[in-house]
């Protein structure tokens, strides 16, 4: 079973309001990513968790809050966002080599498309 | 820095005809991995098929397969008998082997396939 699966499929939120975003998988992958794609691009790395600790943090806007509460969860807590935040939000999941390196293969999850009105 | 170019943002084929999509990479890494990944309009990202650096046979996956160069760094997709269900967006990605580096994706190349 290679499934991710993602909460809600679509979203529509104002720039006030607070959202969450989940992904969940259960192939006992212990890292967990969190990409932002624009219509027409490729995906761009946001967040990576490893071990339920965050790993790499790509600089990204502290409107934007992900939390690994166990290894099959992931969320990303969305407050006050832009128009431009507009996208899709793909969770993705990786096994973790012995010594901590992340595996190399990433299986997606279909993505929520979010509207920031 | 890693990079991973694909130069045909748009392709098109007939059904049941063989199309190739090309990509090319820049790293000086000699163990990597390489990755093409299909996203058609339900916007899933799916893997289509992966190649490690260190083996000379190029993978296949059904009516997908690669062409690997390693020496010319071209990683091109080959998808044979195509079929309606293959349109989609097609993604070309490096990785390389150690340390926890992202995956680097090239911009896409758009594949239509005309009945």
């Known amino acids: 079973d290679t499934e991710v699966t993602q909460t809600p499929k679509h979203l529509v939120m104002g720039m006030t309001n607070k959202k969450s975003l989940k992904c969940e998988q259960h192939m006992g992958h212990r890292a967990m990513y969190w990409y932002k794609q624009k219509a027409k691009k490729p995906p761009e790395l946001m967040f990576v968790y490893s071990y339920e600790k965050l790993s790499i943090n790509e600089s990204v806007p502290s409107r934007f809050s992900p939390e690994c509460p166990n290894s099959s969860l992931l969320n990303l807590h969305l407050h006050a966002l832009q128009p431009e935040d507009s996208a899709l939000y793909l969770c993705?999941?990786?096994?973790?080599?012995?010594?901590?390196?992340?595996?190399?293969?990433?299986?997606f999850g279909p993505g929520t498309r979010l509207l920031v009105l | 820095a890693q990079t991973v170019t694909q130069s045909q943002p748009e392709m098109s084929v007939q059904e049941a005809e063989t199309v190739t999509l090309s990509c090319t990479y820049d790293t000086s890494e000699s163990d990597y991995y390489l990755f093409w990944y299909k996203q058609p309009p339900s916007r899933q990202m799916i893997l289509v098929i992966r190649?490690?650096?260190?083996?000379?046979q190029n993978a296949t996956e059904n009516r997908f397969s690669v062409n690997f160069q390693k020496a010319a760094k071209s990683f091109s997709l080959k998808i044979s008998d195509s079929q309606l269900g293959d349109a989609a967006m097609y993604f070309c990605?490096?990785?390389?082997?150690?340390?926890?580096?992202?995956?680097?994706f090239g911009k896409g190349t758009r594949l239509s396939v005309i009945a």
């Open positions: 993705a999941s990786s096994q973790v080599r012995g010594g901590g390196s992340l595996q190399e293969t990433q299986y």
């Open positions: 990605a490096y990785r390389r082997e150690s340390g926890n580096t992202p995956l680097v």
């Open positions: 190649q490690e650096a260190y083996k000379q």
